[in-house]
Each structure stands twice: as C-alpha cells, then as structure tokens.
C-alpha cells in the first residue's frame, strides 16, 4: 500500500524506522498491504481528519467505515471499493466457523459474572435466559463491525483441548487479550456455519455488501502488530501464530455483522493472567517466512526482529 | 512454544503518558491511537481494565485515569453542540467507548460527577441517541446503575434513583419512552440499588418487573425469560417468591384498578406469574412482621381527620411527619411506590383546601408535592399539588416554572395550560400572556371547551373585553351542544355578561333560565359542577419573585420551564419584540445548557435549521416537515418506535395518510397504558383530532421526552 498523501508517507517512513517493535510492526503492515487497491486508499487518504498520522487515520477509518456508527452500516470492508480484498469463491455453506468473544464488557452490562454464564452454558439449557441475555446484549454493539473468524476444521484438536482458550487465542493472533498478573479475562466460543453468514449477507448484497467475507487488511481493525497482511497471489489469509513455530497457521476470514443465536454460544473459559510473553519480532518473522515459503514469494514483506528492541 | 523472555512489564509504561497529560491519553486510548501494545487493538474498556488493574486507589495513575476520563467527557459534551453528521457519529462513538470504561473501571470522581450533575450530563447524553446500538444515554444511565454504591459513599441519598429506575422499567418497550432494551438497564439498576438496611434488591426488582409487563404487555415466553433470569439471581425458595410476588401483583393490581376507576383490575402477565409459582388468585397478603409495611390506613385517615377538623397545623404535624416518613421508608425499601404517592397526594390537597395556617400548610403540601413527584414523575396529581401549593405559597415564579415544566412534560393534555392560565392570569397579573395560552390551548384542542370559557372569563373579567368573550361563549355552546356542563357554564358566563349592559337585560334574564332549565333537567351534572367549582380561596401574593432557593425546586426544572416559556413566547411574539426575545434565547443556547430540548426550541422558531437525520426525533420531524415530501416523515418513522411512532402516525394520519392511521388504529385497538399520563393523553387526541396536527404541537409532543430535571 503506497500513500499518495505526502504527510502520511513521512508518517509510514518514521513508523518503519522506529526501534519500538509495535510502531515498526504497525508500519510494515501498511508498507506490505497488498489487498488494498487504489480506490480504497484514496478513499481513506480523503477520509477523517486531515492530522498527517497513520495511526489516527486509520483508528478514524476503522470506527467510521469498518464498524460504523448504525446498525444498518455495510462495512467498507465488503463493498466495490475494497475489490482487492473481497473473498470471491463460492465457498460450501455446510461448514463450521468459529470465533472467540471477550464477555467481560457484556456481563458488566447486564450485572452477571462469568460463574453465572458458565453454569448456564454448562447446564445445557440451549435456552437459558441468560444466554438469550447475553445475546440480547452483543445485538446492542454499535455499528456492524465485521468479525474475524476461523474454519473450525483447522482448529478443532485445540477446541477439544483443556486448554483450548489459551490454544486459541495463541493460533488466531489474538494477542491484545493478555490479562495482567491475576487478572481474569473471560471468553466465549461461538460456533455457526458458513451459510448462516451467508443467509445475513444475502438482504444486504442490493445494498452494496459485494460478498459475505473477505481478507482482512491492514484497514480492518485498530492497529495491531499481531496482523500480518498476505501477499495478494496467495489464496487465503493467515492469522500470526503467537507461540508456536512448527504447526500450520490458520486461515482468517471477516464475514459480515451477523446476529447470533443461543445455540452459537459453544463453550465459555478464562483467561488469567500473566500468560507467557509474546515475541513479536520472532513471532512475526517466523510468520513472514511461512507466507514466503507458501506463497512462493522470496521477496514479500522484510524481516524485523533484528531492528528492533524486545 | 518461544523461549520464555519476561517482556511484560508489571506497571504498563503508558501509565507514565496518562500521568503527565491524563485528558490527552485517555482521548487517545479512546479512539485508538494510545501507545498501549499490546492492546492497541482490544476495546478500550478491555486495555483500561488490564492497565489499571491492581493498582490502588491512591495510584497516581488511577488519579490521573479519573481526571483525564472526566475531562474528555466535558470535551465530547462541548464539541457536540451543533457538529455535522459524521463528527456526530463519530463523538457518539468514542463518548459510548468511554462509557463502556467507565462501566468496567468505575472512576471515582468521574462516576460521582455523573451521578451529582444527572441533568447536565443527561441532557447532553439524550442527544447522541443515534439508533438502538449507538445510544449514549442509555450506556449513560447504565453506568449509573453499576455506580450507585460509589455515589452512596460519596453522600448521595443512596436509594435515591428507585424511582428512576422503576420509571425506565415502565417505559422499556414498544408501548414506551424508550426501546425494550432499557429494560435490562432499569432491572440492573433495582438490583443494585445500595443495600442500606435492606437484605436485597429482589422486591425492587419484581416491581420493576411487574411494571415493566403491565405497561409494555409482553408475550408470555418474554416475560417469563425476564422472571427466570431475576430469579436465578436470587436464590430462594417458592415459599418466598410466592408470597413476594402476591404482595407486588396486589400492589399494582390495586394500583390499575384505582386508576381505571375499576375498569381493570389485572394485567396478563399477573396470570402467567401466578400460574409459575402456584398462587391462587385473591391469595391475601401477609403482614411481614418487620419495618417494611406500609404505615397502616388507619393512621392517613386519622391526619385527614385532623385537617377537616381545621386543627392548627403544629397539632397536626405529630400525626403528619410520622406518616409520610414511614410510607417514605416503606417506598424506598420496597419499590412499592404507590402508597407514598397516593397519601402524599391525598394530603396534600387536603391541606391546600382546608384549615388555618395558610402558610404552614402550603409550605407542608409543597413538599409533598415534590415528594409525590420525585417518586412518580409521570403522576399528575402529583404535579399539579407542587404547583399549587408553590402558588399559595407564595412562590408564584417557581409555580409557574412548574407549570410551564409540565406542559413541556405532558403536552397532550390541555389541562395544564388552563391550569398555568390561571395561574397567569388571577395572581401573576398577566393576562394577556393567559389569553395568549388560552388562544394556543384552543387552537391545539379544539374539541375541548374548557380552554374556550376559560377564555371567555378572562376576556371578560380581566382584559375587559365581553364583546370577544361573547362570541366565544356562543361559539362554545354551538359547538358542543351534547356537553351539558359546557352549555351551563357558557351559558352562566354568558348571562353575566349580557347583564352588564343595561339593554340587555331580557337577554341575560333568557340565558340564565335557559342555564337553569339545563340545571334542573340534570341534576347530576348541576351537582358535580357545583363540587368542582368549591375551589379553595386564592390566595394575595406576597412577593411574586420568591428566590428559588427557598421554594426548593430544582435548578433544572426551572430552567426547563424557563425554556419552554421562551419557546411559547417566541412563538407568540409580535414582530417588532421578536428579535430581542429571539437574540436572548441565542444567547442562553450558545451556553450549551440543556442542549437536547434547548436545541429543539431553536429548532422550533427557526434559530437553527435542523435536519432530517438528526438524533433528536423531534428535530428531525421539524425537519422532515420543512422538507414537506411524505417519504421524509416515513424515514423518520423507519428509525423511531414507541410513543413517538405513535405521534408520527398520528400527525400522518391527521393528515389524510391511510397507511398511517391504520397502524394508529390497530395501536388504538390495543389495551391503554393505564399508568401513563402521555398513552391517555395521545389516545384522546386520536379519538377526537378531525384536522390535521399543526407541527409545532407534534413537535412538543416528540420533545417531551427530552430533558429530565428531577433525577439526582
């Protein structure tokens, strides 16, 4: 992705030279972002305020084009103008994707604590009340944000695992979760198919949703350094394994806002901090030379942990 | 896994930044931009929760978090007023981010300043109500009822906001103020309302709960999910629940049933409840044994006796005081409101008709009123004794901020203007201001003949004019010549008149035989006519700018009722006076007071234009009728429900929209909200209006759900 905005060129160049692994990671996402066309950058170049700061701007972009403010908002994500990125393939319907929520904001709202959900999740009640709740809860996030999402075919040995939130969390890149020293975090693992994404999507396609999922980009979330853009030749997308350097990384998708159903709702865990520490340089080195090997392309992306300080 | 290399530091080096500039680091953890990896991409309230946690109140770094978190909240208040769409959205969704903080962190001075300064903070908080996800104000409401323990502490009365949350509960669905998801707000708000001497919130709850479902009907399987989920918060046996439970269903089952004059006695889900926990129907209630009954009916009738007796008011106060405290106490602990407010009501007219020692009396009836009023907002009674007896008080200005505060609260009933009208006219000595009212009143209800003879006494007694009052009185009688009252007292009123003038005498003489004939043909009428105008003594004013302070009327209400005085007079004002009234209300908006109603009533007399998507339904009404094309009012009936679907489709209707007048009659077809003062209000207008709504009314019908004076 190359700016044609001057202030925020300086601004990239600066990011890529800083010796703070974060700002470096930040500034390679956008310098190896390949899925955003020219169309959708100038769109973003022109949007927000004019404050000559990546960062912000793309912190203005995510809240505004990417979630949106109204319930019936169609993410910039899905529509013509992120063409590059938009996941064409029909892909079968039949087939089960996941995702992990933090509940901590949600049982705030409704005065529950994780005790509560778990023993109305162990109970096995499909339709207990306070799932129903809870669900009632999330429909209230603002916006239409779009969700990042794995098949669970690639994840299910973890999902069985004991320790599948942590195993997940480490192989979906989710490394903003990283609860203080005795801190408890706590998370939900939704479960639903492909096509109930599909069947949400199909009203909003006369709107402009070109197509229910797509790459996630450099413009997709606030900035995070455990993102790594792929190169555009290659099929899928990955998400940046925290921790493990030997197994496979795992596809990442966004699909459009859907509004889930209590039989989603798989299971429900905790985080306690502290978790062992992540690596970033290592870690996204390690991912960096996975995308090249598969991706056939010696010349993607640069190396960082050399650079930078950990 | 990567070799273990402790790169977590235990205290975040952002905390550091937070301390030297607190505003500016909280503002930029709110929309994204803080240094705070690796939670750069968590939500705000997740990274804050993490950063904070385990440090101390004294922490410097909790200190600044406070202090930065207020002061960006006085930066969104203030960059709100008057911005663009997008900066609209986008202050809405970093305001609500940093609610959500709020929620999860609960900074110390931020969550008492929310809770001491409601009004400010409400007012600006209802105008970023931008759809059912994106709304301030109920994030707004919520975070003080996560808080309500840390504003105890802080020396705020701790049950204070019962009534609040009751009030939401009964509003929270597609028959309400707001949308069904404040239910969960309300609910959360009675359980944990700080606990005191109580051993739990679930009798506040299921208060709120049975409200909730006699207000807003939901289906079974909806109010049994919401009775499930109270309940498996409170672990008890069905012994207790059953007995609970009996006890709110008769409380508010007695409560439909006087209101309806026993037209109702019940509401469906009463049934379903019972059927739930196995009560028989007329189960009687038992005494509890404990503090919380109310004070026994014995002890109210014994005060009325002592003030239909005339005893001094000194000798009634040991009766009195008692009284009021334990049905006060009996409230609070309970959630079972109906009782304060009956018996303060009850009373305190009673006090304004009979007896000596005025001054005492109106001084006690006040605050009953007030009383009365902070637990039941939407009580008229209520309302209408504050007002009075601030009148007879001597506090006239405060009575008629009041008054003004509760046309502004329930403009669909024009008693409220008749009643301000006397007020203006008998003893504030305005009586063209009460002829100007009178006017709107008739022109807004037309099918009313109250506002007409009204009118036609002050003409005629005040403002010298009999000819005018004449030939309203006979335009009075001729249009409504089946309302038998009206046709005696126009015809009374009439005959006074023609007496005057000494040619007309056979003609007065004709009138009154005439009035007298109507009389003695129905003797009911003649009866009930003659109790309603056994009206107490006015009294002389003493000084009609009685400082606020000692009327003990909130600062907000009277603001609000000076508000919407300046927008009846604006309206109202002759070209030449115009500019000046309109250049001091520019002035008082530009201070950002109230900016939700305060923006409508600059909306209202074309101080600012508004426009079509604006968060404020009442606003983008105005809008959408500048704008004039049907598809405009059916995109703004596309984002609104609950009562003010129902204006929008009354106004539509009024105005020959078939679709719309078929969706008002099914609405009409539905059971009334007996409790609410608006549901009554609005169905009568439905009933009667046979022209088309003027805009400025539906615009006040929409704004009355803006502001809100009497929380804190």
């Known amino acids: ?126 339709g207990d009340a306070i799932v129903a709740q809870l669900l009632d809860q999330w429909r209230l996030y603002p916006g239409a944000r779009p969700a990042f999402v794995a098949f669970k075919s690639e994840v299910v040995t973890d999902i069985g695992a004991p320790d599948w939130l942590l195993r997940l969390r480490n192989r979906m890149g989710l490394g903003h979760y990283d609860p203080a020293a005795g801190q408890r975090q706590a998370f939900a693992l939704m479960e639903y198919l492909v096509k109930d994404v599909i069947a949400e999507w199909l009203p909003l396609e006369t709107r402009g949703a070109k197509r229910p999922f797509a790459f996630p980009t450099v413009l997709e979330s606030r900035a995070s350094p455990y993102f790594y853009p792929g190169p555009r030749d290659l099929p899928s997308s990955f998400a940046l394994d925290l921790t493990d350097p030997a197994r496979n990384p795992i596809r990442e998708m966004l699909h459009v806002r859907i509004t889930y159903r209590v039989d989603h709702l798989v299971k429900v865990g905790e985080l306690v901090g502290l978790l062992p520490p992540v690596r970033l340089g290592a870690a996204r080195d390690r991912h960096l030379d996975r995308l090249r090997r598969d991706g056939g392309r010696v010349d993607f992306g640069a190396p960082m942990s050399s650079d930078v300080d950990e | 896994m990567d070799a273990v290399i402790s790169t977590a530091p235990r205290r975040h080096q952002w905390l550091d930044q937070l301390i030297a500039t607190p505003a500016a680091e909280v503002r930029a953890l709110t929309e994204g931009t803080a240094s705070i990896h690796p939670f750069g991409r968590a939500e705000p309230s997740d990274a804050a929760a993490t950063i904070l946690f385990g440090l101390g109140p004294e922490d410097p770094a909790v200190k600044a978090f406070d202090q930065g978190t207020l002061e960006v909240f006085v930066q969104y208040r ?123 919130n679930e009798e506040a709850a299921l208060h709120g709960l049975a409200r909730w479902a006699d207000a807003q009907r939901p289906a079974k399987t909806r109010f049994l999910r919401e009775w499930h989920v109270l309940a498996g918060a409170f672990p008890r046996d069905a012994t207790f629940w059953a007995e609970l439970v009996t006890r709110v269903l008769t409380s508010v089952e007695e409560e439909i049933a006087r209101q309806t004059t026993r037209a109702r006695r019940t509401f469906p889900a009463a049934e379903w409840w019972r059927e739930e926990l196995n009560i028989v129907t007329g189960r009687r209630v038992r005494s509890r044994g404990h503090h919380l009954e109310p004070p026994p009916r014995e002890r109210l009738r014994e005060v009325l006796a002592d003030i239909d007796a005339r005893l001094p008011f000194h000798m009634i106060v040991p009766r009195l005081e008692p009284l009021i405290q334990g049905h006060e106490r009996y409230a609070t602990g309970t959630g079972d409101t109906f009782y304060v407010v009956r018996t303060a009501c009850n009373i305190g007219m009673r006090l304004l008709r009979e007896g000596a020692d005025l001054a005492s009396r109106a001084s006690a009836a006040r605050e009953l009123g007030r009383l009365a009023v902070n637990f039941e907002p939407t009580n008229v009674y209520a309302w209408a004794l504050w007002r009075d007896a601030l009148a007879w008080e001597g506090h006239l200005e405060a009575a008629e901020f009041v008054g003004w505060e509760s046309i502004r609260l329930f403009p669909e009933n024009p008693q409220w203007r008749n009643q301000l009208a006397l007020l203006l006219g008998d003893q504030l000595d305005r009586p063209r201001e009460a002829e100007e009212l ?182 983008a009404f105005l809008a959408a009728e500048r704008e004039g094309s049907a598809g405009a009012l059916d995109r703004l009936l596309g984002r609104v429900e609950g009562v003010d679907a129902v204006v929008i489709n009354l106004a539509c209707a009024s105005r020959g929209d078939k679709d719309a007048a078929l969706r008002l009659q099914s609405w009409m077809e539905e059971p009334a909200n007996d409790l609410s003062p608006r549901d009554h209000g609005l169905r009568a207008i439905a009933a009667r209006t046979t022209s088309p709504l003027p805009a400025d009314f539906v615009g006040d019908m929409l704004a009355a759900s803006l502001g809100m004076s009497l929380v804190a």
């Open chain 2, 78 to 200: 203030t960059a709100t007023v008057r911005v663009d769409r997008w900066q609209r959205d986008r202050i809405a969704l970093t305001a609500l981010d940093l609610m959500t903080v709020v929620q999860r962190v609960a900074p110390h001075n931020t969550v008492i300043d929310l809770h001491r300064r409601f009004a400010y903070w409400n007012a600006w908080a209802e105008t970023l109500v931008v759809d059912r996800g994106l709304d301030l104000r109920r994030e707004y409401w919520r975070s003080l009822s996560l808080t309500q323990d840390i504003a105890g502490e802080a020396g705020l009365a701790s049950r204070r906001l019962l009534p609040f949350w009751l009030s939401i509960c009964s509003e929270a669905g597609l028959r309400g103020r707001y949308d069904e998801s404040y239910l969960t707000v309300g609910l959360l708000g009675l359980r944990s309302l700080p606990l005191g001497e109580e051993a739990a």
């Open chain 2, 438 to 619: 009178l006017h709107d009143c008739v022109r807004l209800f037309p099918y009313d003949p109250v506002p007409r003879t009204q009118l036609a006494s002050l003409l005629a007694s005040r403002l010298n004019r009999p000819e005018e009052a004449e030939s309203i009185l006979r335009e009075a009688i001729s249009l409504f010549p089946d309302d038998l009252s009206t046709n005696i007292i126009a015809r009374y009123q009439l005959a006074s008149i023609l007496r005057r003038a000494p040619t007309r005498s056979t003609e007065a003489k004709g009138v009154l035989a005439e009035a007298q004939r109507i009389e003695r043909a129905h003797p009911g009428v003649a009866s009930a006519l003659r109790q309603r105008s056994d009206r107490p003594p006015v009294m002389i004013p003493k000084n009609t700018k009685t400082p606020h302070a000692s009327a003990n009327v909130p600062e907000d209400t009277i603001e609000l009722g000076k508000s919407r005085r300046a927008l009846f007079r604006m309206r109202n004002a002759s070209p030449k006076s115009r500019e000046a009234i309109n250049l001091e209300f520019k002035k008082y908006l530009e201070k950002g007071e109230y900016p939700g109603y305060n923006y409508y009533v600059a909306a209202a007399v074309g101080l600012v234009t508004p426009a079509t998507d604006d968060a404020i339904i009442a606003t």
């Open chain 1, 1 to 126: 992705m190359i700016f044609s905005r001057p202030d925020l060129h300086a601004d990239l160049v600066r990011l890529r030279s800083s010796r703070y692994a974060p700002d470096r990671a930040f500034g390679d996402n956008f310098e190896f972002e390949e899925r955003v066309g020219d169309a959708r950058r100038d769109a973003f170049e022109a949007a927000g305020v004019p404050v000559g700061s990546v960062l912000a701007l793309q912190a203005d972009h995510f809240r505004m084009h990417v979630q949106g403010a109204l319930h019936d908002h169609i993410p910039v994500t899905f529509t013509a103008v992120n063409h590059d990125a938009l996941y064409a393939p029909d892909i079968d319907g039949n087939q089960k994707i996941v995702r992990i929520e933090c509940l901590d904001d949600v049982l705030t709202k409704i005065g529950r604590s994780f005790a509560d959900i778990e023993d109305a999740v162990k109970s096995g009640h499909r």
